[in-house]
Nanobody, 124 residues
Framework: QVQLIESGGGLVQSGGSLRLSCEVS????????MGWFRQAPGKERELVGA????????YYADSVKGRSTISRDNAKNTMYLQMNTLKPEDTAVYYC?????????????????WGQGTQVTVSS
């Protein structure tokens, strides 16, 4: 069994920063690609970014490109999302996801495991 637990969300003012963490437990040796998604009220879930197993390749959605950095520490079984210059439109529940396949994957159905989410609220 695999569990993903997000942390680091909260309330931040516009222009501020947050670092989200996603800790993975269980059969971590079977996990390869990982990603961050978000879902705002009344909107569809969207990809924020993704990273391959080694961390050598990443992908970012245009909406966060240049303001966010995804990284992972495989020794700690943890993935991170550093978000800077936050905007009110970044307000959403942020989910981490993991796949048993490698690569940088941008589609939700590709992922096999999901966390419960952490709320990020950016005030104007």
């Amino acid at each position: 069994q695999v569990q993903l637990i997000e942390s680091g969300g909260g309330l931040v003012q516009s222009g501020g920063s947050l670092r989200l963490s996603c800790e993975v437990s269980g059969r971590t040796n079977e996990l390869y690609s990982m990603g961050w998604f978000r879902q705002a009220p009344g909107k569809e879930r969207e990809l924020v970014g993704a990273i391959n197993r080694s961390g050598s390749a990443t992908y970012y959605a245009d909406s966060v490109k240049g303001r966010s950095t995804i990284s992972r520490d495989n020794a700690k079984n943890t993935m991170y999302l550093q978000m800077n210059t936050l905007k009110p439109e970044d307000t959403a529940v942020y989910y981490c996801a993991a796949s048993t396949r490698d690569g940088v994957r941008t589609h939700g159905p590709f992922y096999d495991y999901w966390g419960q989410g952490t709320q990020v609220t950016v005030s104007s």
